[in-house]
């Protein structure tokens, strides 16, 4: 597609509910990442990909967050359990390849809202 | 470690006033800077890079920023500021860890325009 897509655009969940956020990237973009966003703050790295592999997850906060892409294209977050501290705007980017001087180009995000 | 920081959490300015965001970063070796924008319920927009070469890089919407080794600064310009510029600006660093390259990002600068 044009640009990167994120779905759902906003996402309420019980405390302790699974919730599973989708990001659809550029079409042909190799690299693909996860930034969560808190309110009041910059974007937090959480997670990388290049194709299909998770080449690097050191950013994701707990063992309750799990992310996929098995295909190489669309890639999936997944949230169990969630926890009021989860509530953020999760942004997906994707990159055409591993060098990130041209740039990310992000989606719109998700914002989850934990109640 | 990496860093950057927006000394700035919100500035306000004039149409058609200049306008200049602060930013300063933490990097050991040369750095890829970026300046992003962030209008309200949006995703990121890249307004410029900076990886190499020339200390003054030009972006979108008339928007220019100034490298300076010397004080580890990556300042945003604007010679004439438009009520549409009224949005979030987040400065990053990006840097490559273990094969992973990932941005950095300060807190953000919320600019108001005043008509």
């Known amino acids: 597609g044009a640009g990167v897509s994120q779905s759902p655009r906003y996402k309420v969940a019980k405390r302790g509910q699974d919730v599973a956020l989708r990001c659809d990237p550029i079409s042909g973009h190799v690299s693909l990442f996860w930034y969560q966003q808190a309110l009041g703050q910059g974007p937090e790295f959480l997670t990388y990909f290049q194709n299909e592999a998770q080449l690097d997850k050191s950013g994701l906060p707990s063992d309750r967050f799990f992310a996929e892409r098995p295909e190489g294209s669309v890639s999936t977050l997944k949230i169990q359990r969630t926890q009021q501290e989860d509530s953020a705007v999760y942004l997906c980017?994707?990159?055409?390849?591993?060098?990130?001087?041209?740039?990310?180009?992000f989606g719109s995000g998700t914002r989850l809202t934990v109640v | 470690a990496q860093s950057v920081t927006q000394p700035d959490i919100h500035i306000t300015v004039s149409e058609g006033a200049s306008l200049e965001l602060r930013c300063n970063y933490s990097?050991?070796?040369?750095?890829?800077l970026f300046w992003y924008v962030q209008s309200p319920g949006q995703g990121l927009q890249l307004l410029l890079k900076y990886f190499s070469g020339d200390t003054l890089v030009q972006g979108i919407k008339g928007f220019e920023a100034g490298f300076k080794r010397s004080q580890s600064s990556f300042n945003l310009r604007k010679p004439s500021v438009h009520w549409s510029d009224a949005a979030e600006y987040f400065c990053?660093?990006?840097?490559?860890?273990?094969?992973?390259?990932?941005?950095?990002f300060g807190t953000g600068t919320r600019l108001k325009v005043l008509a």
């Open positions: 990097y050991g070796a040369t750095p890829y």
């Open positions: 980017a994707s990159s055409i390849g591993g060098e990130g001087s041209v740039g990310y180009t």
């Open positions: 990053a660093v990006g840097t490559a860890t273990s094969g992973t390259y990932k941005y950095i």
